[in-house]
């Protein structure tokens, strides 16, 4: 849940720059904690994830499946949403937007 702080402390740099440029460059939201490999994105497909606080995108072969499940597949990364009970909860509990 850690790349979820960065990413939106990202997002929000990448706002003040919008003028610039609408894409931006994010931490993968996968569970290995070591990983710091970079999606990049739209400022407005970020936001469409985080729509949902049990919503998050790993690259592609970052998912788990035994807490998630893919709801999308994008050109180079998945978007997830956690299963229901522990790891969805976790998801919404844990949410730096809530």
């Known amino acids: 849940m850690l790349f979820r702080e960065v990413n ?11 003028m610039v440029t609408e894409q931006a460059s994010f931490v993968c ?18 936001e469409q994830i985080r729509l949902d606080a049990k919503r998050f995108f790993v690259l592609k072969g970052h998912e788990l ?5 893919i709801i999308e ?3 180079t990364h998945f978007v997830v949403e956690k299963l229901s009970g522990g790891p969805a909860g976790i998801a919404i509990r844990e949410d730096p937007r809530s």
């Open 73 to 75: 597949d994008r050109s």
């Open 65 to 69: 499946p035994e807490y998630e499940k």
């Open 29 to 46: 939201e996968c569970g290995n904690s070591s990983c710091m490999e970079r999606v990049e994105m739209s400022l407005t497909a970020y």
């Open 8 to 18: 939106e402390r990202l997002r929000e740099l990448g706002e003040g720059f919008s």
